[in-house]
């Protein structure tokens, strides 16, 4: 009978399975313009704008406005305030360290900083007890988590430089963070984040193969920090 019980509930649990996992980009209204989205991918989960060649040439900084947390308003929060706070710092600390790269990230934005607006609206966390239950029916884990963010560059007329609207969700190989609600929401803002300095680079005139150096500060901290502006992301 215990068998026959757990085997319903494991049932149960996979036919919910799909609402768990799935993810979209979102049009919540944050970014100035969604015109220029386009999807890169075939299932439409990340929409770019495609970054102009030499856009970035009269730029020589990057302003990094605070994360907003939009998901409790698009109907998918996080499970607490602790995650929640956990994933909002995922995406800013992976903006700085991303776009140091690039272009110093500066505390006070001057004549030719770009600003960088960033918001997450929607999180799905992976759910442990669950997952825990499929492995102890050797079905292995099943319920993964992930996160929506909306991001764009500005420049410093207003005009919009790049921007995202990107849903990422765990990847089968990701095996903590089954086990820990908010990891893949934390590594799905950081693959947000990646994609918009790919698309940054590409609007960025090379000056050769050699790496360049750039250093700035945030929160009395260097953000310096050093990449090949020729090789791949």
Not at 13 to 22: E, H, T, V
Not at 101 to 117: D, F, M
Request: aromatic content about 6%; overall charge negative.
């Amino acid at each position: 009978m215990s068998g026959g019980r757990n085997a319903l509930l494991v049932l149960a649990l996979l036919c919910l399975a799909p609402g768990c996992i799935n993810m979209h980009p979102t049009r919540s209204g944050f970014l100035t313009d969604y015109s220029a989205l386009e999807p890169i991918d075939k299932r439409d989960r990340v929409r770019v704008k495609p970054v102009a060649c030499q856009s970035l040439d009269a730029i020589d900084s990057f302003y990094i406005e605070p994360v907003v947390w939009l998901a409790d308003d698009m109907g998918q929060p996080a499970s607490s305030a602790k995650n929640q706070e956990a994933i909002r710092n995922a995406l800013q600390e992976a903006l700085v360290n991303e776009l140091s790269c690039i272009r110093p990230v500066v505390e006070q934005a001057g004549p030719g900083t770009a600003l960088v607006r960033s918001a997450i609206t929607g999180v799905q966390e992976s759910k442990p007890l669950e997952n825990i239950l499929l492995m102890s029916q050797i079905l292995g884990p099943f319920f993964n988590g992930g996160a929506v963010a909306e991001i764009e560059v500005l420049g410093p007329s207003g005009e919009q430089i790049a921007a995202e609207s990107a849903a990422y969700k765990a990847r089968d190989w990701e095996v903590v963070g089954y086990f820990w609600r908010p990891k893949h929401a934390k590594t799905a803002m950081r693959r947000a984040v990646r994609q918009l300095a790919k698309d940054l680079e590409a609007g960025s005139t090379p000056s050769g193969p050699e790496e360049f150096t750039e250093t700035g500060s945030v929160g009395g901290r260097s953000t310096g920090a050093t990449r090949s502006v020729t090789s791949p992301e």
